[in-house]
């Protein structure tokens, strides 16, 4: 009996143990919890990355070292904008005080899905402490600098 060893192909449904990091450190990191299941091609990670994942072995693990702005684009200086208090209420985020640093999640137009903005700058009215309006960064964390993905792949189907 010759058992036949899965490969992953495009449209494949994956469950993975995988490790996302940069310069600063991870980003994403599942091999001290519960593994992912994602399926190729639906954007659950970037194209780029599956890429390096098309051919594996169910059961193989490797590190591949992804070259700066490959995986998530180069940053991308228009993903920086400004959004004023309005918009941040009319958006539902009653939170009325950010912090350099701060991730913020909005919802996406359609209501179905979220992305989030880091806080760059606090802008508050002239003499007053009401905030006037805040500068969120909406590039991916990981744009424009060199990724290891370190990947385990546990199930092909």
Known sequence: MTTSILCVQPGSFLTLHYRLGGPAGDAINTFDGKPATLTLGTGEL????????????????TTFE?????????????????????????????????????????????????????????????????????LFDFNHPLAGQPVTFEVQVIGVL
Do not use: H, I
């Open 46 to 61: 970037s194209p780029a990355l599956e890429t390096y994942l098309v051919g594996m072995e169910e059961g193989a693990r």
């Open 66 to 134: 992804v070259p700066a702005g490959v995986a998530f684009g180069e940053r991308n200086p228009a993903m920086q904008q400004w959004l004023d208090a309005k918009v941040l209420r009319d958006m539902g985020d009653a939170k009325d005080t950010y912090s350099v640093g701060d991730v913020v999640e909005f919802p996406t137009p359609d209501g179905q899905g979220k992305f989030a903005g880091v806080v760059l700058q606090v802008r508050y009215s002239f003499g007053k402490d009401a905030l006037e309006a805040v």
